[in-house]
């Protein structure tokens, strides 16, 4: 499968340039998926077996840099490196800074040899426009499944990306009625990308209502989903 590039209009802090490349993969592969793989391609070597040898890897690796080691492999090189403004050539830190010393982070620089060849490899496919990363509702129900919804009442609702700024009157979860007037909920007591537990208005009607999630990106630019089908209060 290839990665999907599209050109999505540039609004990150400091863009000199209106538009940029955005990229979309296939997929994630996880590291029990990543050994599964490796289990099955050509070695003898049992699932166990590798996950014994990439731990150690893992810890080895890890052990060298701590010591001040830069670390070759075949994938990159790993090593540690200052960052952090002084003010004079003793040293000395910023003004406000907690420590005397620099703050370090592990750096990793791919293997030229294995840039090259991931790159060559690799099949790209063009999008005429980016996916929007757009809130995904995907099924909502009261918390007793008799007793239906109802104004006042709570709901859970289930999906994709569906974190918002609760303190924000323009995102949040809202109550599309038919002559297309939006209630926003505004008690939230449970506010995660995956699940979100909310009250009911309960100056709501009886009758039916789309449901629709609205949030927005970092750089502000609204993003919206509705949720398939529409639930009744009682």
Same mark, same amino acid.
């Given at each position: ?72 492999? $075949? ?6 490196? %200052?960052? #952090? /403004?002084?003010?004079?050539?003793? &040293? =000395? *830190? ?47 129900? $009261? ?6 919804? %109802?104004? #006042? /009442?709570?709901?859970?609702?289930? &999906? =994709? *990306? ?57 750089? #502000? ?14």
């Amino acid at each position: 499968m290839p990665i999907f590039i599209s050109a999505r209009a540039n609004n990150l802090t400091g863009a000199r340039r209106p538009w940029r490349f955005h990229t979309r993969h296939d997929g994630i592969v996880e590291f029990e998926q990543l050994v599964e793989l490796m289990a099955r391609a050509r070695t003898t070597l049992s699932k166990p077996d590798i996950l014994a040898v990439v731990t150690l890897y893992s810890e080895i690796v890890t052990s060298l840099v701590a010591d001040g080691k830069f670390v070759k492999t $075949p994938l990159g090189d790993y090593y540690l490196t %200052a960052v #952090g /403004g002084v003010l004079d050539a003793t &040293g =000395k *830190r910023d003004k406000g800074t907690e420590s005397s010393g620099p703050d370090l982070r592990l750096r990793f620089r791919p293997a030229r040899h294995t840039e090259l060849l991931i790159s060559k490899t690799a099949s790209v496919q063009r999008e005429a426009e980016g996916p929007r990363m757009s809130p995904l509702p995907l099924a909502v129900a $009261p918390p007793d499944s008799a007793s239906g919804f %109802a104004a #006042g /009442g709570t709901a859970r609702l289930i &999906g =994709k *990306r569906l974190a918002f700024d609760a303190s924000d009157q323009a995102q949040g979860v809202f109550l599309i009625a038919s002559d297309r007037t939006a209630t926003r909920c505004s008690s939230y007591l449970h506010l995660k990308p995956s699940v979100v537990i909310f009250r009911l208005p309960e100056n709501l009607a009886s009758g039916h209502y789309a449901l629709e999630v609205r949030g927005a990106t970092r750089a #502000g630019t609204p993003r919206s989903g509705r949720l398939a089908g529409e639930i009744e209060l009682g």
